[in-house]
């Protein structure tokens, strides 16, 4: 089993940054990557960015320039810096870490999510 515990999130003032971080514990083994994805209310869940342990990254294309990801592969843990936040950008946050076990095996867990709101 695994756990991610997410840390980071609050309120915001437009134009402001804030920075999330999520450590996972546990069974770590064979890490494909690791994700953040938002949620906003009445929305899908939605992709916002993702790492791998060689530090490959990957962003939606509305955070682009905005949001950085990173990681500690050490520790297992990821980052997400985020900058220049507009009202669009409230939603729940969510970790996700993807690994795979010597048959192939996909092992997908997620956080319980924190709240970033952007609001004056």
């Known amino acids: 089993q695994v756990q991610l515990v997410e840390s980071g999130g609050g309120l915001v003032l437009p134009g402001g940054s804030l920075r999330l971080s999520c450590a996972a514990s546990g069974s770590i083994f064979n890490i494909d990557h690791m994700a953040w994805y938002r949620q906003a209310p009445g929305k899908q869940r939605e992709y916002v960015a993702a790492?791998?342990?060689?530090?490959?990254?990957n962003y939606a294309d509305s955070v682009k320039g905005r949001f950085a990801i990173s990681t500690d592969n050490a520790k297992n843990t990821v980052w997400l810096q985020m900058n220049s936040l507009n009202p669009e950008d409230t939603a729940v946050y969510y970790c996700?870490?993807?690994?795979?076990?010597?048959?192939?095996?996909?092992?997908?867990?997620w956080g319980q999510g924190t709240q970033v709101t952007v609001s004056s």
């Open positions: 996700e870490i993807l690994m795979y076990n010597p048959t192939n095996i996909a092992y997908d867990y």
């Open positions: 790492i791998s342990p060689a530090g490959t990254t």
